[in-house]
């Protein structure tokens, strides 16, 4: 790295002549050029591990990640053909100046400090120039490039360990004092997950002497508020734009063109990278889903900032599903198809998040979506889920609970237990633990009982047609599990035709004790239980009985990744309910046949933008070994069986 740390003087000059010959007025980063880069894979590949990375509170980068890798070689390439590095400059100049910061982050933190308290240097000074004569910010917010992520990573922990808690020159001490309370709100603004209330914004800017960044953060934070979307209040026409580029302004005036060595940029206790970065994470996200989908780009609504679950969302162009539960609803649907007609599905989804799965259901199924019931207790995500029904026009068809589930009604607490990966609510549950510290919410409670009172029997309210409706329950509860399932109603049996539930291994005291009691309650209702995640024939019903069987194979896993942060999925179905064929070697064979020349190659070879590999998560035994073949997304990892569900 070391080595890369040598800039050529030939090279700088050429490199600065190129980029502020023209403001940069398009970051779309589309166009064809002759670099050979492929900038929207670049940016899709960055955005994801970015999302992943950032979840972290360690500000080096993870080399051992594949996309660091290519990102590394690519950039490697760069710096050392200055020929190449301008045409890669005119072409995606964001994906450039990206590219660049990454260099910078994969540093030693000795090293970045030594880079930072520099006043030249070859990497985060030639970034911070590009920011102040080169970049419209608004832009770089819009583009989908996690540059103001990678800032806001290094100015967090610069801040905390280096926090400048002075005014730069005596002009800004007499009112420093009255900027400070402001500060602090922010700051804890921040660090809740919150966005920053108008009150607070308009009550800094309204003071006649105030510094300039003040006056940015207070634009920069009213920025992040107005953009979104609200009813009937509209959207915004505007207003985020000017505040970003006036912002912008004073700071590049008043910090990036005096020079001040980058320590000083990043440890200024204002966080200006951090409210850009939010500024950067788009509240609505347009899915990409394969062409089978009735409606194949649906609008999922996601949270406006730094978030493990959304920066998924937002990085792959799909829902944060479980790809397991999307093959159960599949195959319930096509087993509820006859030659005449096709089936329908209700869901009833438990702990739905953003509603991933919900959203994803409706899209894929359509019509035959005809019900599904979506519960969430935390506020703010089941605000999100709400507007994700109302951008796709669903209201008819989804209705959104903010509740959380268990084994009675009324009112309750729930516990956020503390981030997990960059999640500010993984882990949330109705139940607290003796010496653990958590954020309390008050919430309503509900059950399953209530939840599915209005849920017919029989298929489409006891009419005689020619398919059947079946009704999905999927749960994810964390240690809340069994307290949902003991708030089932006494006919559960006749109420679903199949469960898809996570059991989080961690989340139990005893993980074995509460696997068992599981088993003991699905099959008092004569369920088949699988395992998904294990077995390639597990949508196939066994011939004899399988509890031992079952069980020896859970307390094995339970055993193997105690402790590891594991997540078991179980699938729980009525005998002979779903259509499975064999996994066998001739059905693989014709996988590979179809993947070489079939419309799912097709189809991807034409996508702008591959997704990461890991934006394809819970894939079923079965899909794993049929994406071996070359099965692929567009058969949902089912290859030529897909066609037939």
């Given at each position: 790295m070391r080595a890369l740390a040598v800039f050529g003087a030939a090279h700088v000059a050429l490199y600065l002549t190129s980029c502020r010959a023209q403001?940069?007025?398009?970051?779309?980063?589309?166009?064809?050029?002759?670099?050979?880069i492929n900038w929207p894979e670049l940016r899709s590949n960055l955005s994801f591990y970015m999302g992943m990375n950032l979840a972290s509170?360690?500000?080096?980068?993870?080399?051992?990640?594949?996309?660091f890798r290519d990102a590394w070689d690519l950039w490697y390439k760069l710096e050392s053909d200055a020929s190449l590095a301008v045409k890669a400059e005119s072409e995606?100049?964001?994906g450039f100046v990206t590219l660049k910061m990454l260099a910078f982050m994969a540093l030693s933190e000795m090293e970045m400090f030594e880079e930072m308290v520099k006043a030249e240097g070859w990497s985060i000074h030639e970034v911070f120039r590009f920011l102040a004569e080169t970049m419209d910010w608004h832009l770089i917010v819009a583009s989908g490039w996690p540059l103001f992520g990678m800032l806001a990573k290094c100015e967090k922990a610069a801040i905390e360990r280096l926090a400048i808690h002075s005014p730069l020159n005596a002009y800004f001490e007499s009112i420093w004092l009255s900027e400070v309370p402001f500060l602090q709100n922010i700051e804890g603004y921040l660090r809740s997950w919150l966005s920053v209330p108008i009150a607070d914004s308009a009550l800094v800017l309204s003071y006649p002497e105030t510094s300039p960044f003040a006056r940015a953060i207070g634009m920069l934070a009213l920025a992040d508020t107005a953009r979104i979307p609200r009813v009937p209040l509209g959207r915004d026409s505007g207003q985020t734009i000017r505040l970003v580029r006036r912002a912008a302004y004073l700071l590049?005036?008043?910090?990036?063109?005096?020079?001040?060595?980058?320590?000083?940029?990043?440890?200024?206790?204002?966080?200006k990278f951090q409210l850009l970065d939010r500024l950067s994470c788009s509240p609505e996200v347009v899915l990409r889903l394969p062409a089978a989908a009735s409606v194949r780009q649906p609008k999922l609504a996601v949270l406006p900032l730094r978030e493990k679950v959304s920066d998924v969302v937002r990085a792959c162009q799909m829902p944060y599903c479980d790809l397991d539960f999307q093959e159960l609803a599949l195959r319930?649907?096509?087993?509820?198809?006859?030659p005449t007609a096709a089936g329908r599905l209700r869901i009833v989804e438990v702990g739905a998040n953003l509603g991933d799965c919900t959203v994803w259901a409706a899209a894929h199924f359509g019509r035959r979506l005809v019900r599904a019931t979506a519960v969430e207790p935390v506020p703010v995500i089941a605000d999100a889920l709400r507007r994700s029904v109302e951008l796709n026009g669903w209201r008819d068809r989804i209705e959104v609970v903010e509740a959380l589930a268990g084994n009675r009604s009324g009112q309750g607490t729930l516990h956020l237990l503390g981030q997990a990966a960059g999640n500010p609510f993984a882990g949330a549950s109705g139940s607290s633990f003796s010496g653990i510290e958590s954020t309390k919410l008050g919430v309503k409670l509900t059950t399953l009982t209530e939840l599915m009172q209005n849920y017919p029997r029989v298929a489409v309210m006891?009419?005689?047609?020619?398919?059947r409706t079946m009704t999905l329950l999927k749960i994810w509860a964390y240690g809340d599990l069994l307290h949902v399932l003991r708030g089932a109603p006494p006919g559960l049996g006749r109420r679903v035709d199949a469960v898809w539930?996570?059991?989080?291994?961690?989340?139990?005291?005893?993980?074995?004790?509460a696997a068992m009691h599981l088993t003991d309650f699905f099959w008092r209702w004569r369920f088949v239980l699988a395992l998904p995640g294990m077995d390639s024939n597990w949508c196939r019903s066994p011939r004899r009985d399988h509890r031992f069987q079952f069980s020896s194979r859970v307390r094995s896993f339970i055993r193997e990744n105690y402790r590891k942060g594991k997540v078991m999925t179980v699938v729980a179905f009525k005998r002979g309910s779903l259509r499975c064929p064999p996994l066998t070697s001739s059905l693989l064979l014709q996988t590979g046949q179809d993947a070489s020349s079939g419309p799912q190659r097709q189809q991807d070879q034409v996508e702008a933008s591959p997704r990461p590999i890991g934006c394809f998560f819970g894939r079923s035994a079965r899909q794993s070994a049929l994406q071996e073949q070359g099965a692929d997304y567009e058969s949902y990892f089912l290859g030529p069986e897909f066609p037939r569900l």
């Amino acid at each position: 790295m070391r080595a890369l740390a040598v800039f050529g003087a030939a090279h700088v000059a050429l490199y600065l002549t190129s980029c502020r010959a023209q403001h940069l007025t398009d970051l779309s980063c589309q166009t064809p050029g002759s670099s050979g880069i492929n900038w929207p894979e670049l940016r899709s590949n960055l955005s994801f591990y970015m999302g992943m990375n950032l979840a972290s509170d360690d500000i080096t980068l993870d080399p051992q990640s594949p996309v660091f890798r290519d990102a590394w070689d690519l950039w490697y390439k760069l710096e050392s053909d200055a020929s190449l590095a301008v045409k890669a400059e005119s072409e995606c100049m964001a994906g450039f100046v990206t590219l660049k910061m990454l260099a910078f982050m994969a540093l030693s933190e000795m090293e970045m400090f030594e880079e930072m308290v520099k006043a030249e240097g070859w990497s985060i000074h030639e970034v911070f120039r590009f920011l102040a004569e080169t970049m419209d910010w608004h832009l770089i917010v819009a583009s989908g490039w996690p540059l103001f992520g990678m800032l806001a990573k290094c100015e967090k922990a610069a801040i905390e360990r280096l926090a400048i808690h002075s005014p730069l020159n005596a002009y800004f001490e007499s009112i420093w004092l009255s900027e400070v309370p402001f500060l602090q709100n922010i700051e804890g603004y921040l660090r809740s997950w919150l966005s920053v209330p108008i009150a607070d914004s308009a009550l800094v800017l309204s003071y006649p002497e105030t510094s300039p960044f003040a006056r940015a953060i207070g634009m920069l934070a009213l920025a992040d508020t107005a953009r979104i979307p609200r009813v009937p209040l509209g959207r915004d026409s505007g207003q985020t734009i000017r505040l970003v580029r006036r912002a912008a302004y004073l700071l590049n005036a008043e910090l990036l063109t005096k020079q001040f060595p980058p320590i000083i940029v990043l440890s200024l206790r204002w966080p200006k990278f951090q409210l850009l970065d939010r500024l950067s994470c788009s509240p609505e996200v347009v899915l990409r889903l394969p062409a089978a989908a009735s409606v194949r780009q649906p609008k999922l609504a996601v949270l406006p900032l730094r978030e493990k679950v959304s920066d998924v969302v937002r990085a792959c162009q799909m829902p944060y599903c479980d790809l397991d539960f999307q093959e159960l609803a599949l195959r319930a649907a096509a087993s509820a198809s006859s030659p005449t007609a096709a089936g329908r599905l209700r869901i009833v989804e438990v702990g739905a998040n953003l509603g991933d799965c919900t959203v994803w259901a409706a899209a894929h199924f359509g019509r035959r979506l005809v019900r599904a019931t979506a519960v969430e207790p935390v506020p703010v995500i089941a605000d999100a889920l709400r507007r994700s029904v109302e951008l796709n026009g669903w209201r008819d068809r989804i209705e959104v609970v903010e509740a959380l589930a268990g084994n009675r009604s009324g009112q309750g607490t729930l516990h956020l237990l503390g981030q997990a990966a960059g999640n500010p609510f993984a882990g949330a549950s109705g139940s607290s633990f003796s010496g653990i510290e958590s954020t309390k919410l008050g919430v309503k409670l509900t059950t399953l009982t209530e939840l599915m009172q209005n849920y017919p029997r029989v298929a489409v309210m006891g009419r005689k047609l020619p398919f059947r409706t079946m009704t999905l329950l999927k749960i994810w509860a964390y240690g809340d599990l069994l307290h949902v399932l003991r708030g089932a109603p006494p006919g559960l049996g006749r109420r679903v035709d199949a469960v898809w539930l996570a059991f989080a291994i961690d989340h139990f005291t005893s993980p074995t004790r509460a696997a068992m009691h599981l088993t003991d309650f699905f099959w008092r209702w004569r369920f088949v239980l699988a395992l998904p995640g294990m077995d390639s024939n597990w949508c196939r019903s066994p011939r004899r009985d399988h509890r031992f069987q079952f069980s020896s194979r859970v307390r094995s896993f339970i055993r193997e990744n105690y402790r590891k942060g594991k997540v078991m999925t179980v699938v729980a179905f009525k005998r002979g309910s779903l259509r499975c064929p064999p996994l066998t070697s001739s059905l693989l064979l014709q996988t590979g046949q179809d993947a070489s020349s079939g419309p799912q190659r097709q189809q991807d070879q034409v996508e702008a933008s591959p997704r990461p590999i890991g934006c394809f998560f819970g894939r079923s035994a079965r899909q794993s070994a049929l994406q071996e073949q070359g099965a692929d997304y567009e058969s949902y990892f089912l290859g030529p069986e897909f066609p037939r569900l």
